[in-house]
């Protein structure tokens, strides 16, 4: 459990944490970096979709979606 | 006209900017609304643009789509790109919703490194004042190089200044390149140059090199312009940019796509940070307390399903108003038409061919128009990216985008405007495959046939076999869009990454020129081509005429006339009926039902039924209008037609409810009407229009053979 490395579809609403790295490829990858989505920067859970996917956060003063399977490609650490 | 026009002097403006930044409506106020919509070449991505003629210029505006970057990953993005690139427009407005620069402005470098001449719009800029936020101009204009206008866009603020400043850019534009170099920190500048060096140095040369060398360390795509280059030299320039790659990822510890995207990101923080002072204040204060209800666990679906019904309603239950006026007006002046002239084949053609045709293109006007009014609101007011937020999840079961929800429940009222609201959708993949799937909501029209056979045959459960019919469509809709993943579009799901806007008061002004613009689009695009299918269509049905009847029904009536009777008057109109019967079975449509009629054996349905249904290929409320003809009853009935109910009853007929059952189960799926494919055509092409039609009539026949003849099995013949 310790070993792997969280990621963001592992934070809870209100959490804070900084993106390590972004495994990502193609398009989604160029539309994570298109928001804001860099190593160092920080997001925060801003609140769950009713059914707990997608999530909603805000990074670089935007407030953007992203899928739970999205989120799970981004690396983070509190 | 006068000389003068011969000295205006021609010029090409376009719009760029994200999605969200207001551009449409700086679009509209800087052309007036006078957009003319149109595909990019070989692309059904939107171009809309208009022509600007005032004293000294002619200026012609191309609103590009919006788009978060240029790196030609989607398609809207390619053909942004491409129009930069090949169209040379001699200005591009680059609009930058002011609320959010860090975002806007990584569109605004890419466009720097093109080489094109920029002029920057901080839009909606109250916004931003009201938020604190204070921009010192003059060090942003010169760290972008280009003048800066401040607008709001959606109220027509500042486009005085902005038509001062374009005017004046257009008249001092002279020299040609314009690029400036932006800096991504030493380590990848120093491999950028390098790269450039050998792009030079090669036959390729006509666009500024630094961008060619910062889009090839950014990996998105390969250009379409190294294709002209000569094998030798593009191996010369790959193995630089693989050695470059690998120096980057060395030093700086990351993909080097990753790493100039740092850079890029550090430059445009720099620039803002030296020109900007951020607002105290947080525009998404009072959106993220309205979204707490929004999208609420409880009460997110419930408000949701409200605006949805609302939707619904308006545009098709009020709509129905104007729609019938417009068809009551078609109707009062074809009959004026055919009295004033003499009766024959040109005024048939001109009465029920020509304006019965115009009045059938005219009737989907008012669904349209609400339903693009509707649509304005929710994407203006910023609902649309809520409702997203909330459906993805659902929607996702059928592979589609949590915004394919509208599209596909506005199929239930007709699938003419649901196929044009695809449009909102922002990959291909996704309308393509929308698109497939928004035949199977029984649209409007396929009610009155339920209603008709329901009330005939299941008249104490009427309304429990069109709901399980409404059922049927969904479960199907499910099971092809589930099967269409798994062979056709088996390609990665396309991300779901999508900004939320604040939430915004929606301007009139912004509703109003939407819906004009999809009514216009509507009238151009497919009306014309609805209008000759329609006057087709009308002729295959009223053609070949019969030159000799069964028996002489004119004379017969004729002596009925004179006869003092009482019954006279039913006899004659049994007459008619018998021979408006004979007429259509003699026509090309009733030859095509009989031929068609073996192939539906199968199913159960006698000819009558294969003729309705040829003649439903028109809209599908007239398979029960033509089942008026044929079962004899007379032109005029509708649904609810008590005569004609009876007429099918009749057990001479040999219609069971099992085949009535089956017969609705193929009007649902069958084929669209011919409005529908000209709208499928114009969306995702004619290739894919007729695979959907084909597979429909495949499946049709197929899911209606299994439920026919299962049903006799079990002895329900």
Known sequence: ?78 | MKVIAAKKRRFTVALAGNPNCGKTSVFNALTGAKARVGNYPGVTVEKRSARVATDDFDIEYVDLPGVYSLSAITLDESAARNFILHDEPDLVVNIIDAGNLERNLLLTTQLMEMGVRVLLVLNMWDEAEKQGLSVNEEELSRRLRSPIVKTVGHRGIGMKQLRATLSKMLLTSENSHYSSPISYGAVIDREIETIAKSVVATSCNTLPPRWYAVNLLENSVVLEEFANLALVEKADIMSQVAKSRQRIEQVLGQKSEMAVGDGRHEYIRRTINAAIKPGSGDRMAFSNRLDNILTHRFFGYPIFLFFMWLIFQTTFVLGKYPANWIDKGITAFSGLVAALLPTGFLTDLLTHGVIGGVGSVLVFMPNIMILFLGIAVLEDSGYMARAAFIMDRLMRGLGLHGKAFIPMLMGFGCNVPAIMATRTLESQRDRILTILLIPFMSCSARLSVYVLFASAFFAGSAGNVIFALYLLGVLIAVAVGWLLRKTLFTDHDIPFIIEFPPCRRPTFRVGLSHMWERGKVYLHKMGGVILIASVVLWFLGAFPRVNHYSQDYDGQIASLRQSPNPSAADRIAHLRAEKASEDVAYSFVGRLGHVVAPILQPLGFNWQMGVSLVTGFFAKEVVVSSMGVLYQIGDEVDETSTSLVKALRNPAGGVTPLIAFAFLTFVLLYTPCVSVLIAMRREIGARWMAFGVSAQLVLAWVVTFAIYQLGLLIGLG
Request: net charge positive; charged share 30%.
């Open chain 1, 1 to 78: 459990m310790a070993e792997r490395t969280m990621t963001l579809a592992d934070l809870r609403r209100g959490e804070t944490a900084k993106i390590i790295d972004i495994h990502a490829e193609g398009i989604t990858r160029q539309r994570l970096l298109n928001f804001g989505f860099r190593r160092g920067e920080v997001v925060k859970i801003v609140r769950l979709a009713p059914l707990a996917d997608p999530i909603e956060l805000t990074i670089a003063g935007g407030y953007i979606s992203l899928r739970r399977s999205e989120a799970s490609l981004i690396s983070v650490e509190k």
